[in-house]
């Protein structure tokens, strides 16, 4: 797989998310780390979730991105919510070098993203093993990071997290998985999520 276009480097902070099913979010945090091949995406609704029911509601995932021309796929390796089974394609328009339009393929979403001016310049991500057998990746963009670790167990498909745990599903085990966003200045004062 190639290498991402430099275009796409850095953090991209999404604005909005507009549906055909009539959502009209601007307020959930949704940051979207982009390396040279690895991704990682965080998105917490506001107010920032406490109960478990609430908890259930966040999304995040990492993995290995691939562009073609004005397609961009996301290949998830590891995921908060359960495997659905789709695919994850967008089609990209720059409107500048800072803000780019994303809209699924069927027309069913759109998304606004512009770059966090602080996510340029050094730019890298890796991959990493435990023990256990988790997967994980830590992914630095200027003065960002984002790191992502996943479940030592994968969870069954099913349509949401919500779903697995109205099923029954243990809570610890569904919330063993981390997704933390931060900031490093260049080394100059601790990371901080």
Known sequence: MKPVPDAYLGVWQRTLLTTTGGVHD???HVYWLQTERLFADLRIPQPAPR???????????????????DLCQWHRAIDFQPP????????????????????GLDGSYHEVWE???????RNWGTWLS????????????????LFAAGRATALPAAPSLAALLA?????????????SFGRHCQGTQPWRI
């Open 26 to 28: 601007s307020s959930t």
């Open 51 to 69: 109960s478990e029911a609430e908890r259930v509601l966040q999304a995040g995932f990492a993995g290995v991105t691939e562009v073609n021309d």
């Open 130 to 145: 435990a023990g256990d057998g988790r997967q994980g990746c830590l992914l630095l963009a200027g003065d960002c990071f």
């Open 167 to 179: 099923g029954g599903a243990e809570a610890g085990t569904l919330f063993d998985f981390e997704l």
């Open 84 to 103: 659905s089974g789709r695919e994850d394609i967008g089609r990209m328009r720059f409107e500048s070098s800072e803000r780019v339009l994303e809209d």
């Open 115 to 121: 770059r966090l001016p602080e996510s340029l310049g």
